[in-house]
């Protein structure tokens, strides 16, 4: 799957410029563009989801179902948009007979460094640490290293259920930032979320984290 955040210029001369992105997900995973052609893909996701309801299903069921199923797909892309995100990624397909409770959201953040300090090899870390540290999260693992020969950060913590923003559950997060190659004030962030099999320290919980740091691993750039 891939997805263009913007152009950008590439740090090693001898490279095109970094275009865009490029996440390896199983088919049974769908990508939501959340800037252009949402609504596009919105409907065919439902389309195709609806198409595999089971023919013999009781008809006073099936509306319902499709309009409670439409609900909370909306609800999810639009509370992602509401972030100014790229691109939102969702399990709409039954993997082992189940839907997942996990989602993964792109985005891009700006984080502009005084100009004086630019020069300073630990300068980068220091950003993202300081732009992951931000919401006030606590009690966070915090990890760095390098995907696709670019500087990343990795935060796994424990959200809690909140019924103000939506989640009814506890959930497992893990973030990745990742410097943009040849714009040091650009970092591209991958948020992974699941509920797990309800409790976000599971055994489902910790396979899809396993999973979700092996996609992370696979990530590439997209160049011009």
Known sequence: MDSAPQNHASGDPD?????????????????????????EAVRRILDDA?????????????????????RRFRAAVTNAGKTNALDLYLPVKPMDGAILGASILVTESLVPRPAGRRTAETEPTEVAVQLLSRDGVEDADLSSGQIDGALAVRREHV????????ADLASRR???????PGDPDRWFVAAFSTVGGGNPQ????????EWFDAVMANFRWSRG
């Open 202 to 209: 599971d055994e489902l919980a910790e396979a899809l984290v």
């Open 159 to 166: 959200a809690g259920a909140s019924a103000k923003k939506g």
């Open 50 to 70: 609806f198409t595999r309801l089971p023919d013999d299903a009781p008809t006073d069921r099936i509306g319902p179902y499709k309009r409670e199923l439409e």
């Open 174 to 180: 893990v973030e990745y930032m990742v410097s943009v």
């Open 15 to 39: 490279l095109p410029p970094v275009t865009g992105y490029r996440l390896l997900l199983p088919s049974e995973w769908a990508q939501v563009p959340l800037r252009h052609g949402t609504e």
